[in-house]
């Protein structure tokens, strides 16, 4: 494969050798950067892991008086836990899961909170980041996961809530930042995290990334290489006016892997009779000679801020991002009797889609009375314009329908394999060529919104926030057919109350909306639009929450913890084969607790627990679908729990560990489909040689669990990677 990784070695040297890069160690961060979440310190050796705010414009109140769930995991926890993607981030939190895509589903992050779809309510520093792709985290400072009902601050979807990827920016304090790390299975990463000032009040940061790496329990075929570069420059580090330019590229070359079939039981599925993955180890029924999957994302913002006080401040973000797929991957059919008799049909699905985005978003931030009432307020205008292509693969050969009944002839031209010793490297011996056919999808949304924290008393506070949305989306074929539009307005909102029991302690109780319209991801996830739900309104979804936060041992440490019902009463069911309604039920009844922060000087913790009772409670008159009636949600455990914690047994030992466990997730709606519950434990151990190196060990999926996260609907279950040990050195020059 095309291992493109010349330019960022390039920029790398190229940028460890500017003069004027050393590191001021005395140096403080004094900028006025809203973009940075303030974080309490604790003590220069221990760990920082404690967040007091989420770095939103439109949170217009610290963490705790805000009447909502809110994680941030921050890039203490990232670099411990050694997590290099999205999907391996947010593991440290409880209630998020993956759903597994194919083709029509594209294959890349597709996070589930409190069991809904939230694709389309993944933002990048508070801008929509519409485009199937699986992000790196060689340039976020932090993740920001809030739950429930979240459309008054994102827009269209997070029925269960979002999540925002903060970047890292510059700053007032010089530093160079190289880690190289080596380890099993091929693995080889290297980054830069370069912050250069360039006077008193400019600064430029660069990040880099190059990544090469076999999967932990994969055969050797399955690889990922990933390189990337984040450029950005700020002017007015610490004026009233300030401007920042940032660019963001990634690219991948990575050979796609679908894993294990589901086990065909010889009988029907059903809920009484569900089946699993299929006991036959940690096998790979691609084809090197045919299998690919290349991806590229590349994302100019230029951010505007101008402070006419303390009180008040005026920001304006313009963004252009461009997300592209071009992949062929083979699903492990298990249809058609195959898996039962020992074979596996090699079933290949592909995808070329580009998804570009315009956004131009306003805020207007600042603080007032009227009488003996304080606000905190955020008001704001969003223009955006999203497109996405979708094209496919014509693979000559294939056999479809009852012709996949794996035989003679298929082993020989090797459309079939064993379903217990595939080779990777069987040839293709037919030909591909791109599908003349594309589907085009735009969208335009116009949104305004408002945000208000009232302070009644000093105990006592109000939270209050609405937005309206005019979304119009359209879907054509290049060839005239499949040719629907949508076309609606909405309003969502959200409404708080925080009583203070000490300043340190609070209780709160909050209601909120989100609507989902038709085609909400643009062509580019699983909800597409057509001719059964162009004209249907959006769905609406609630969630009411009770909830407690609380700041102890001298505000080192947080304790959250919620209630909540999350209800969609119009949910889209089929009335018949061609006909939907806005007629379905579904509601997750759950509650959640949480923990981070410094329990000692030396000892921080990280954590949760979340127990979600998802049900289709009604999913309408079709009698194919309403036998799924109380069914538990699709991916959607009803426990899970994680526990992240270090401990400084040495000035210069640090040593670490988690375990994550999820109980079992369907992967369809039938229940018909499973893949089994697991506990995943992982180690570390940080040794600082010098001010200028440390060292870190970490050993993932220590027990070398096989383990399934996440289920399809159909087909395949996909396998959680083996165990690894990476070694890495950080070096701060």
Sequence with gaps: MDRRFTPVVATLFAAISTPGMAQTSAAKDTSKDASLPEVVVTDTAASTVKVDRTSSVKSTAPLLDTPKSITVIPLEILSQTGSTSLQ????????????????????????????????????????????????????????????????????????????????????????????????????????????????????????????????????????????????????????????????????????????????????????????????????FYGRTALD????????????????????????????????????????????????????????????????????NQTDLTGEFETGFIKHKFAAGLELTHEETNVGSYVISGAPTGAARVCNAALLANYWCTSLYSPNANDPF??????????????????????????????????????????????????????????????????????????????????????????????????????????????????TAEVGAKWDLLNKQVSLTGAVFRIEKNNARVAVDANTQAVAGTQRVNGFELGISGNLTRKWTVFGGYTHLDAKLVDNGPLAANSINNGNQFPNTPKDSASLWTTYQVLPKLTIGGGAFYVSRVFGNPANSLYVPSYVRYDAMATYVVDKNVTLQLNVQNLTDKLYYDQAFTTHYAHMGPGRSAVLSANIRF
Excluded: C
């Design 292 to 359: 690919f999957r290349n991806t590229q994302t590349d994302i100019g913002t230029v951010q505007f801020q101008h402070d006419f006080s303390k009180q008040l401040s005026l920001r304006n973000t313009t963004r252009y991002g461009k997300t592209s797929q071009d992949y062929i991957v083979t699903n492990p059919d298990d249809s058609v009797g195959n898996v039962n008799r020992g074979y596996v049909f090699r079933s290949p699905k592909s995808r070329v889609s580009d998804t570009t985005t315009m956004t």
């Design 88 to 283: 391996e981030a947010l593991r440290t939190t409880p209630g998020i899961t993956f759903s597994a895509g194919e083709g029509g589903t594209p294959l890349g992050d597709r996070p589930l909170i409190r069991g809904f779809d939230a694709q389309s309510a993944t933002y990048i520093d508070g801008v929509r980041d519409t485009g199937a792709q699986t992000r790196d985290m060689f340039n976020i400072e932090s993740i920001e996961v809030t739950r429930g009902s979240n459309s008054t601050a994102g827009g269209r979807g997070g029925p269960g809530g979002s999540i925002n990827l903060v970047s890292k920016l510059p700053k007032k304090e010089a530093f160079n930042e190289v880690n190289i790390g080596l380890g099993t299975d091929s693995y080889k990463r290297t980054t830069l995290d370069s912050n250069m000032l360039l006077g008193e009040n400019m600064a430029f940061r660069l990040n880099a990334l190059y990544y090469d790496s076999g999967v932990p329990g994969r055969p050797s075929a399955v690889d990922v290489n990933r390189w990337g570069i984040a450029p950005s420059i700020k002017f007015g580090l610490e004026s009233p006016t300030s401007v920042t330019l940032s660019y963001y590229h990634l690219q991948s070359d990575d050979m796609p892997d679908y894993s294990t079939p589901y086990r065909n039981s010889g009988t029907a599925r059903s809920k009484a009779n569900p089946d699993g993955p299929i006991d036959v180890g940690r096998q």
């Design 429 to 542: 011996l037919g030909t591909v060529s791109r599908s003349p056919t594309v589907t085009n999808t735009t969208v335009i949304t116009k949104s305004v919104y408002g945000f208000d924290t009232m302070e009644l008393t000093k105990r006592l506070f109000l939270n209050l926030g609405l937005r309206w949305d005019n979304y119009s989306t359209h879907s054509v074929q290049n060839t005239g057919a499949n040719n629907f539009s949508n076309n609606d307005s909405f309003r969502n909102y959200t409404a708080g109350l925080v009583y203070k029991i000490t300043p340190e302690a609070s209780v709160y109780v909050s209601y909120g909306t989100a609507s989902t319209p038709s085609g909400a991801s643009v062509g580019d996830g699983g909800d597409n639009l057509s001719a059964a739900n162009q004209a249907l309104p959006a769905e609406r979804t609630k």
